[in-house]
């Protein structure tokens, strides 16, 4: 299988192709972990270049992001096992002020693919949202996700309000996303970080001692 083709696709935003690409390179055997590090993320990697350098614009990028999405689809039952004890309940958004997307559901899609039950709280997820959901359900863990800069003090502020409520020693926090780090993790007094999908993973299972 040519990763590039998908690559490709992803970057011209070829949404009608890209799911008969990846269930082709699923047909030849291809692991779906293999599709998706080497070809999706390969390509939306390729978006962020290009975008970075005002080489394209938002209305392609939507459209890369619809291609991931629809790519993204095809992969997700494979990478998620079911029939299998949920091994504790985890909750992943997206930071109050960040709409961004594909890395979140990318660390849903894993977490539940490890066995997780997973609560997806979407994205623009604000302190105190974070806070009554983990109220409401037995959440263990929660993953917060930030792409741009400006939301990263959201972050801060759920923690704190965490910190506040006595919640910091029953409930883990973790962040990640593209402009997130281990130091910045530090400062704000988050539990962990990790730099991407199946690092969350690993991430949360030792935070819950579980492996
Ligand atoms: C796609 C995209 C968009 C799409 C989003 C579509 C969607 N549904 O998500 C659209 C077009 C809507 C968009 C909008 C904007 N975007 Co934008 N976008 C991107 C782009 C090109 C790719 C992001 C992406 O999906 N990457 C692929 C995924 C797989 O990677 P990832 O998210 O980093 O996730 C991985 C890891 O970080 C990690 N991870 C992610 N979350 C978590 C959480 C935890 C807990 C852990 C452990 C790990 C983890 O695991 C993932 C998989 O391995 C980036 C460029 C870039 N290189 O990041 C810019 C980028 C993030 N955007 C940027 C900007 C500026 C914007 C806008 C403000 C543009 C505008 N002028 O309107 C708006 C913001 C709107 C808002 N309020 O959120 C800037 C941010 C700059 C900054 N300093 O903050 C970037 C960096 C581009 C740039 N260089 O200028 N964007």
Redesign the pocket.
Known sequence: MDYNKITDAIFNGDIANIPQLVKEAISEGIPPEDILEKGL?EG??L???K??ANEIF?PE??I??KA??AGMDILEPMLVESGVQPKATVA?GTVK????????N??VMMLKGAGFKVIDLGIDVAPDVFLKRAGKEKISLI???S?????MPSMKATIDLFKEKGLNEKIKI???????TQEYADLIGAD?????????VD?VKELLNLK
């Open positions: 993320i939306m990697s978006v962020g270049v975008f970075k938002v990028v939507l890369a992001a991931m999405h992943v002020g960040d709409l961004h997307d594909i890395g979140k990318l660390v993953c917060m996700s792409l741009i800069t400006t939301s973790i962040i990640g996303g593209a402009p997130v962990g970080y990790a730099d991407d999908a199946s690092s969350a991430k």
